[in-house]
């Protein structure tokens, strides 16, 4: 699994960082929802939203196994499309423009087709982790007093 040639850790990803300026477009747009959606609609589209990058940031550490790490990406997806509904909800609701949203839509999708292309291409990021420096296991137990004497 190494160092990926083109990127050494999750912020690096283009993908990552598109999920990071949708979390902030959503939370800026929402902040004019009515107070009446702030336990409801505003929570769950700013939620969904900040879950994408989170998923992403998740499968990263899970690249050891490619199984798991493609299911972080898919729970990112996933996240991704539950933007997609509630934006539109928003739309529907007339809390926000139909441009509003379609721009939305759109950052979403593109997150969508990056995590497809991830997916797609799984192998490339998952592996055995490089040979790290790690510090020495320490032994909690030593000496005569913590040693079972099968003699006794």
């Avoid at 960082?17 to 505003?42: G, H, N, W």
């Avoid at 509904?85 to 007339?94: I, K, M, N, Y």
């Avoid at 990056?114 to 790690?134: D, E």
């Amino acid at each position: 699994m190494g160092k990926l040639p083109y990127v050494a850790n999750f912020r690096e990803l283009i993908v990552y960082r598109k999920a990071r300026k949708l979390s902030r477009d959503v939370f800026q747009i929402s902040k004019t929802f009515p107070k009446e959606e702030m336990y409801s609609l505003t929570d769950q589209v700013r939620r969904s939203s900040r879950s994408i990058g989170a998923q992403i940031a998740e499968a990263w550490a899970k690249r050891r196994y490619e199984k798991h790490f493609l299911s972080k990406l898919t729970d990112a997806d996933g996240e991704q499309q539950e933007t997609q509904h509630w934006v539109e909800t928003a739309v529907d609701c007339g809390y926000i423009s139909q441009v509003q949203g379609t721009k939305l839509i759109q950052q979403c999708a593109e997150i969508g087709r990056l995590l497809g292309g991830m997916m797609a291409k799984s192998n490339q990021f998952c592996g055995k982790l490089p040979n790290v420096i790690r510090e020495p296991i320490s032994q909690y137990f030593v000496g005569e007093q913590w040693t079972v004497n099968s003699e006794q």
